[in-house]
């Protein structure tokens, strides 16, 4: 069977950024938005921990945020229908993973298919997971760096959007590898955004074509 074709629609987009921490990738997009790089808004930034320090960052630039426990949603499936619930309220055209750290639901990813991103610290399918960054190191290669992906139902392995190359260096520490590898991962977020609103990704199969 042909692979259906999926073209990124070409608008003024609504983001939802799913977050558990740091919140520097939803920063990072925000300011290209605030830069006017990026036609769109984010319309939410959500948590499931409610001491995200992002989530602090977001209220200061004055955005919506929402914190919701999982600890009240013993079926994983329930909490996804809330974060789907609050994002069809509000209109949502893209769903930005930045080091959110629950894996979504099969039935999450297939609800918003080709809508939801994320942002991963190594150059898939080579080291996914978690800790990624010493992983690269203990291995031995000679080049990490990040990646953005479409989500699908198997952890990291979506559609490959855009990567980024960085050197491993003889004296790296795990620190000073995230570090660089962060600095990357900024600029390729914001660009996969933009893409996706210029309406120029297209989704074949396994392949995204820059148009
Ligand atoms: C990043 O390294 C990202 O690649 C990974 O989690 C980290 C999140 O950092 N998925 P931040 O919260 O965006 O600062």
């Not at 229908?81 to 055209?93: F, L, M, P, V, Y």
């Not at 898939?124 to 080049?143: C, E, M, N, T």
């Not at 699908?152 to 959007?161: C, F, K, L, N, T």
Request: charged fraction near 25%.
């Amino acid at each position: 069977m042909a692979d259906e074709i999926f073209v990124s629609p070409r608008k003024h987009g609504r983001i939802m950024v799913l977050i558990s921490g740091r919140g520097s990738n939803f920063r990072a997009i925000h300011d290209s938005i605030l830069a006017g790089k990026i036609d769109a808004k984010v319309a939410l930034v959500f948590s499931n921990r409610e001491e995200a320090e992002g989530l602090k960052i977001a209220q200061e630039r004055g955005l919506e945020t929402l914190y919701v426990n999982a600890k009240l949603y013993p079926v994983k499936e329930d909490y996804d229908q809330e974060i789907i619930r609050q994002a069809r309220k509000r209109g949502i055209d893209l769903i930005c993973l930045a080091g959110y750290m629950k894996v979504l639901t099969p039935m999450f990813c297939n609800e918003f298919k080709n809508r939801i991103m994320n942002i991963h610290p190594a150059l898939l399918p080579s080291f996914p997971g978690l800790h990624v960054q010493q992983k690269a190191i203990d291995w031995g290669v000679r080049y990490s760096g990040a990646t953005v992906h479409f989500v699908a139902a198997e952890v990291d392995m979506g559609p490959i959007i855009i990567q980024a190359i960085v050197p491993v260096l003889q004296d790296d520490t795990e620190e000073k590898l995230s570090a660089r590898i962060l600095v990357e991962e900024h600029k390729i977020y914001s660009e996969a955004v933009r893409l996706f609103f210029e309406g120029r990704l297209e989704v074949r199969g396994r392949r995204v074509f820059i148009r």
